[in-house]
């Protein structure tokens, strides 16, 4: 059919167009890709569309959450908004350039699973695709090395061969997270206490969305050793810091659950990934009512963040996945 262009916000900087993946600029480069290989460029302008994600990036924040763009962005774009499209138009698949692959599960239906490339693999961010929608996709690179693909790239001389991958999120000039989020919601007062485990008020501080679970550096207090944030209460915008064991975490509880597989019907082992560079660790699933699961890990786990996503693995293929909501607790011993 042809080669679509990227459909997010127009980053014009020089240095933030080699660290983005959504620019104008990217827009010609993949036209520039597409005139190499002889087919048909189109650039969809859903700019309009994108200004949901940024609104959910700066109300998670601002909730005391921490967002994760990339999913949304791939369920309601990459995957939703286009593929509508490229039906409307005669497209029989939609593909794109992530390090993943599809595989036949054993019962018999497609998965994403993860990419042949395992520094690069990028499956955890594909959870929320449709189990109807994955027999039209396709991961052409996701059975390669990165470095074989660059090379692949330059013997068929596309002019991006060499260009530098992306790092940031792309519509958060110069990485400011809270400097985006006070633009987007000007006037919110979230500011509030920092406080203990134990409630002493340690100091004060301007605002939740300034805190993620797990933050140690920038706090603003000054106890002898290193504290970290184990808590955002968005009520009585409330930080809460700790020592590190308190970040520990048995387990969590997830919503708006995607199913990739069967949903299975009581607690089945699994591997969950709570973070993008996460080691997936050994994990029950266990389903719960309103598209909500239960997840405990075989060992604690660190950090487990609200407004992040948990994918959930069976060997390398996604089982599914869902939104945390909140940790468990440790068992008392």
């Known amino acids: 059919m042809g080669l679509f262009g990227p459909p997010g916000p127009h980053a014009e900087d020089a240095e933030r167009r080699a660290k983005t993946c959504c620019s104008a600029t990217d827009a010609v480069d993949a036209q520039n890709v597409a005139d190499r290989l002889d087919i048909p460029f189109y650039a969809l302008d859903f700019e309009r569309e994108f200004a949901r994600i940024m609104d ?3 109300d998670e924040y601002a909730a005391g959450r921490t967002p994760n763009p990339c999913v949304l962005c791939n369920i309601w774009l990459k995957f939703g908004k286009l593929w509508a ?4 138009v005669g497209a029989d698949f939609v593909a794109t350039g992530h390090y993943a692959r599809l595989a036949l599960a054993p019962d018999g239906g497609l998965r994403v699973a993860r990419g042949a490339d395992r520094g690069k693999d990028q499956s955890y961010v594909l959870f929320g695709l449709r189990r109807e929608l ?3 996709v396709l991961f052409p690179v996701g059975g390669y090395p990165k470095a074989e693909i660059r090379t692949i790239a330059r013997e068929q001389g596309l002019p991006v ?3 530098p991958d992306s790092q940031e999120i792309c519509f958060v000039p110069n990485d400011d997270y809270l400097d985006f989020v006070h633009q987007r919601r000007p006037g919110r007062d979230s500011a509030g206490a920092i406080v203990d485990e134990d409630g002493t008020v340690l100091a004060q501080h301007g605002g939740i969305e300034g805190f993620t679970i797990g933050q140690r550096r920038g ?8 504290r ?5 209460e968005p009520l009585s915008k409330t930080v809460t810091v700790g020592r590190r064991e308190a970040l520990d975490k048995g387990g969590l509880e997830a919503s708006r659950v995607n199913w990739q597989g069967p949903a299975p019907e009581g607690p ?5 990934q ?4 996460h080691q997936a660790v050994a994990a029950t699933i266990e389903p719960l009512p309103g598209e909500r699961a239960r997840v405990r890990f075989e060992t604690p786990q660190p950090a487990v963040t609200p407004g992040q996503v948990v994918t959930l693995y069976q060997g390398d293929l996604v089982l599914g996945g869902g939104w945390i909501d909140r940790g468990l607790d440790l068992p008392e011993s």
Do not use: N
């Open 161 to 163: 061969h060499d260009k």
């Open 56 to 58: 959910q990036f700066a």
């Open 268 to 272: 089945t082992p699994c591997l969950a």
């Open 219 to 226: 706090l603003g207090i000054a106890v002898g050793e290193p």
């Open 134 to 136: 994955l027999p039209h």
């Open 274 to 277: 709570i973070r993008a560079r």
């Open 85 to 88: 499209y490229g039906k409307q």
């Open 228 to 232: 970290y944030v184990v808590g955002i």
